[in-house]
């Protein structure tokens, strides 16, 4: 863990606060390293049942990356040598997640901000807060964030955004491909316990075999597809979980998940 990403308890879920401010909670390497350690200490651990991300303070969830000119005067460098770009290791680890990453966006999320939000699987969001991809604004384009932004939007949006580095409200009717559920910030973490506790009831095993073979699902082919998912069906019909869900339906009470 690093300064600049703090966890708390939240019930069953660990909240992650990029904790960094002055800066509207900005992406850089620590910050990416910490969050990184944030989730593998929630995978770890097995009372944890979901992962909530969230920034400091009101002004920004995440106000994209914190780009340092370099001495040529470049925004953004690579190791040649060594191209793992920080923000690639990170969206990669959320992608590999077997928890649900909720999103608590309490403040504008711009940039590779977004791109945190459009890798998560649910956004609770203050219906004030400002999205979108101001790269090209600066004569870049959100090259980082581009598979996810893929995966969320329609391409008609997703292209307004990129193009034009506009902003949208979380609570207008353009970020509802977005945003799950965006209200007023006096009522977001109220949503946002109402969402975890709904999310946190049911199988961990079936959310977490679920999450992988979405993962999966999603770069194959349909005919591909139908294989693989008939297989992970019979293979979570199987588990602990399943039984123990099938058991209480029948007896009617509610089922006692092991995550097993």
């Given at each position: 863990?690093?300064?600049?990403?703090?966890?708390?308890?939240?019930?069953?879920?660990?909240?992650?606060?990029?904790?960094?401010?002055?800066?509207?909670?900005?992406?850089?390497?620590?910050v990416?390293?910490?969050?990184?350690?944030?989730?593998?200490?929630?995978?770890?651990?097995?009372?944890?049942?979901?992962?909530?991300?969230?920034?400091?303070?009101?002004?920004?969830?995440?106000?994209?990356?914190?780009?340092?000119?370099?001495?040529?005067?470049?925004?953004?460098?690579?190791?040649?040598?060594?191209?793992?770009?920080?923000?690639?290791?990170?969206?990669?680890?959320?992608?590999?997640?077997?928890?649900p990453?909720?999103?608590?966006?309490?403040?504008?999320?711009?940039?590779?901000?977004?791109?945190?939000?459009?890798a998560?699987?649910?956004?609770?969001?203050?219906?004030?807060?400002?999205l979108?991809?101001?790269?090209?604004?600066?004569?870049?384009?959100?090259m980082?964030?581009?598979?996810?932004?893929?995966?969320?939007?329609?391409?008609?949006?997703?292209?307004?955004?990129?193009?034009?580095?506009?902003?949208?409200?979380?609570?207008?009717?353009?970020?509802?491909?977005?945003?799950?559920?965006a209200?007023?910030?006096?009522?977001?973490?109220?949503?946002?316990?109402?969402?975890?506790?709904?999310?946190?009831?049911?199988?961990?095993?079936?959310?977490?075999?679920?999450?992988?073979?979405?993962?999966?699902?999603?770069?194959?082919?349909?005919?591909?597809?139908?294989?693989?998912?008939?297989?992970?069906?019979?293979?979570?019909?199987?588990?602990?979980?399943?039984?123990?869900?099938?058991?209480?339906?029948?007896?009617?009470?509610?089922?006692?998940?092991?995550?097993?």
């Amino acid at each position: 863990m690093t300064d600049d990403v703090r966890t708390q308890r939240r019930g069953a879920a660990l909240e992650v606060t990029i904790h960094r401010e002055e800066r509207r909670n900005a992406l850089n390497e620590s910050v990416a390293t910490g969050l990184i350690s944030a989730l593998d200490r929630a995978e770890a651990d097995t009372e944890i049942r979901a992962v909530i991300l969230t920034g400091a303070g009101t002004r920004a969830f995440c106000a994209g990356g914190d780009l340092q000119p370099a001495a040529d005067g470049s925004p953004f460098t690579l190791d040649v040598a060594d191209p793992r770009h920080y923000v690639a290791r990170l969206l990669r680890r959320m992608d590999g997640c077997r928890l649900p990453l909720v999103a608590r966006v309490n403040g504008h999320a711009l940039g590779g901000g977004l791109g945190l939000v459009c890798a998560c699987d649910l956004v609770v969001a203050d219906e004030a807060a400002m999205l979108g991809t101001t790269e090209v604004r600066v004569g870049l384009f959100p090259m980082m964030i581009l598979p996810y932004l893929i995966r969320v939007m329609p391409h008609r949006l997703m292209m307004e955004l990129c193009l034009t580095g506009e902003l949208i409200r979380a609570g207008d009717e353009m970020a509802r491909p977005i945003v799950n559920y965006a209200v007023p910030a006096a009522e977001l973490d109220a949503k946002l316990d109402w969402l975890i506790d709904r999310v946190v009831g049911k199988s961990p095993t079936g959310i977490r075999l679920g999450k992988q073979a979405l993962a999966r699902i999603r770069e194959m082919p349909a005919d591909h597809a139908l294989e693989y998912a008939q297989f992970m069906l019979a293979t979570l019909a199987r588990t602990q979980d399943s039984k123990e869900g099938f058991a209480a339906f029948i007896e009617k009470r509610p089922p006692h998940w092991t995550g097993r």
